[in-house]
């Protein structure tokens, strides 16, 4: 299966990990910058390889390769019109989260997916993770009986040589902050494991440290979904003096779960009414990983190039992206507004909250 790769920055190296554990056809790699194509393609000792071309304009790749999977890695604002790009171009695509920085573009994505028959998939790659996978088993087979309420904590670091890397990181119109870029893969497995069906969120968010950004860095919430069930959000880059845990809990009725680790990779209880043989192997359970994003874009891929193949839509749909983005979307109009924000959301974009923290900023200079 012909694949390219665009964007070659923080994230690619998982992409790249994923393209050769399952055996596609790198055919070419994009990035406005030409070095960092070389300095990622020698991470995986293929600098030397004449058979990966390189371009600098994902436009001109696309129509000279045609291939048959895209994956966009790129700062987060031009999601969107890349995927646009390639799925009017017959391409299927793999978009890193967000999948775009408004409801419109995302709604956009959805629809043209549909129009021109090509798979989408958003890359939450933590849906893969073997806790969380079971967990959902778990919930599937009714284990926990009824929800009562659940949570997701993003307790990370993001310090000032992390923004300098990227000039459009923190900012309202490539990026957002940390609820967007870090904690969004959390909000996404509350929301998936919680009943998806969201009536209301009400949120609070601030920029304690990061005063050299647009955007917040440590954001709260309280949503209610139409299950009855309630969550709540806590996410931050502001821990010090590094990443703590991404940990997620559920409490049923007859069952409690607490995945912990740093990205939401460890069984750290395990606790249900019917006690099971497998269950054993599961109290404890760790994963090991050599960053934050985990070892899931492997089976992300893998389920992709299956749902190719075989016609399905893919396990984390376009829809499962625009919902991560709604989430968060209605978490900053809340604390925009002061309010809580009925959900659906319509026309809600991430530069509608710019100069957010302006004021903040001029206070502390």
């Given at each position: ?9 923080r994230?690619?190296?998982?992409h ?26 020698a ?88 806790a ?71 949120a ?9 950004l ?7 919430a ?24 991404e ?18 990779n ?12 497998e ?8 994963e ?14 893998a ?33 925009a ?29």
């Amino acid at each position: 299966m012909k694949y390219v790769l665009i964007g070659c920055g923080r994230i690619a190296v998982n992409h790249i990990k994923a393209v050769l554990n399952n055996h596609l056809e790198l055919a070419a790699v994009c990035d406005v910058k030409p070095e960092a194509m070389e300095t990622l393609l020698a991470k995986h000792g293929l600098e030397k390889d004449t058979s990966i071309r390189r371009y600098t304009d994902y436009r001109e790749m696309i129509e000279a390769e045609q291939p048959t999977l895209a994956a966009i890695a790129t700062e987060s604002g031009i999601h969107a019109e890349i995927a646009l790009y390639c799925i009017a171009h017959g391409v299927n695509v793999i978009i890193e989260k967000p999948m775009a920085m408004s409801m419109a573009d995302a709604d956009a994505i959805v629809e043209a997916a549909q129009a021109h028959h090509v798979k989408v998939c958003a890359c939450h790659q933590n849906r893969f993770n073997p806790a969380v996978q079971a967990t959902r088993k778990a919930l599937e087979e009714g284990r926990f009986g009824k929800l009562s309420h659940g949570s997701i904590h993003v307790r990370w670091n993001r310090n000032k040589g992390y923004y300098d890397q990227a000039p459009w990181r923190g900012t309202w119109a490539q990026d957002g902050g940390c609820m967007m870029n870090q904690c969004i893969h959390g909000v996404d497995l509350l929301r998936w494991m919680m009943g998806d069906d969201v009536v209301e969120v009400y949120a609070q968010t601030a920029q304690q440290f990061h005063h050299y950004l647009e955007c917040e860095d440590v954001g709260m919430a309280v949503v209610k979904f139409a299950n009855g069930a309630i969550g709540t959000i806590e996410g931050t880059t502001n821990v010090y003096p590094k990443n703590l845990e991404e940990t997620l809990y559920l409490f049923g009725e007859t069952g409690t779960v607490k995945i912990g680790g740093t990205s939401t990779n460890n069984i750290d209880v395990w606790q249900f009414a019917d006690q099971r043989e497998e269950d054993a192997a599961l109290q404890g359970l760790q994963e090991a990983t050599s960053n934050v994003y985990g070892n899931g874009h492997t089976a992300v891929y893998a389920d992709m190039m299956d749902a190719i193949v075989h016609d399905r839509a893919p396990y984390i749909d376009a829809q499962a992206g625009r919902r991560a983005l709604e989430m968060i979307l209605a978490m900053y109009q809340s604390a925009a507004t002061g309010m809580p924000v009925k959900l659906p959301l319509k026309d809600v974009a991430s530069l509608d909250f710019t100069g957010r923290f302006d004021k903040k900023e001029e206070t502390n200079g």
